[in-house]
């Protein structure tokens, strides 16, 4: 595993963003990584909290450390949308290299506060930190709040934070072309901190928004809604050949595939090369 730091400025240098997809099970995992040793690209494999109920995170962490040990490129282990000290702290043991703390609730001086500590806490043993400003909605806009620029160079300042995800225009959730990016906050924000910045909600963006976005300086982008879809329909699709499937096929099989192909065509985007 790889200081996910050193991953995000070689990003950077590159004028490149690096793709961090929710994982769910172990075909998710699969996927993610062999789409990676295809590319040739670095990657993140991202975790979010509340799916620990059905995945642990210590069974993917030891699942990530040990498949990434064999392979030729860099692998870094993220816990996504965090809302608790808890959280972190668990992955931190498990053997994530990379932390985001969501405090999307709470009021800005409590969440400065609390985001210095787990920031604190996480680098203390080399982990990598991403933290929200404005809040990225769910499914649709409501609820959302856009990344105020003026507060992002004081926010990075104050937490020491090494990631922030800004909200400007994209919805988790939602399908390409159903959201725009705001670049003038975009460029603001650029101004106001040297920090790398992260998309949330990237599905929902279309490619010649996202190289936009990567140009202007976004260097971490979070994928999952599509890559969802897609499993879900060759699955369906695998299901309804009427004869009698079992569910290797539709799991081990279809579902993997699919995911695994939009992982691909996104790393090719997030590489500045050719996709959608
Ligand atoms: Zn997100």
């Not at 405090?103 to 009021?107: E, L, Q, R």
């Not at 937490?159 to 990631?163: A, L, R």
């Not at 009427?242 to 499937?245: A, E, Q, S, T």
């Given at each position: 595993m790889v200081d996910v730091r050193a991953m995000l400025a070689a990003a950077r240098r590159r004028r490149q963003a690096l793709g961090s997809f929710n994982v769910f099970n172990l075909e998710t995992v699969e996927a993610v990584l062999a789409a990676a040793v295809a590319r040739r690209c670095p990657v993140i494999v991202a975790f979010t909290e509340r799916m620990a109920a059905d995945f642990d995170l210590e069974a993917v962490a030891l699942l990530v450390r040990h498949r990434a040990a064999a392979l030729p490129i860099s692998v870094g282990l993220h816990l996504d949308h965090s809302q608790n000290e808890a959280g972190i702290l668990r992955a931190l043991r498990a053997g994530f290299t990379s932390v985001m703390y969501d405090?999307?609730?709470?009021?800005y001086e409590e969440k400065v506060r609390r985001t210095r500590a787990i920031a604190e806490m996480a680098h203390a043993e080399g982990l990598c930190v991403e933290a929200e400003l404005g809040h990225v909605a769910?499914?649709?806009?409501?609820g959302e709040v856009l990344a105020e620029p003026s507060l992002v160079g004081d926010f990075v300042k104050r937490?020491?934070?090494?990631?922030v995800a800004v909200a400007i225009g994209s919805v988790h959730g939602l399908k390409a072309g159903e959201a725009h990016l705001d670049f003038g906050r975009l460029r603001a924000i650029r101004r106001e901190t040297d920090a790398h910045l992260s998309l949330h909600?990237?599905?929902?963006?279309a490619d010649a928004e996202l190289r936009r976005g990567i140009r202007e300086g976004i260097t971490k982008i979070s994928y999952f809604t599509a890559a969802s879809r897609a499993a879900s329909l060759a699955m369906r699709q695998t299901w309804g050949s009427?004869?009698?499937?079992p569910p290797y096929a539709v799991l081990s099989i279809a579902a993997r595939r699919a995911f695994l192909a939009q992982v691909e065509e996104r790393l090719a985007v997030y590489a500045g090369r050719r996709g959608r």
């Open positions: 405090g999307a609730d709470i009021p769910r499914g649709s806009r409501k937490t020491g934070v090494d990631i909600g990237s599905s929902g963006i009427g004869r009698d499937v």
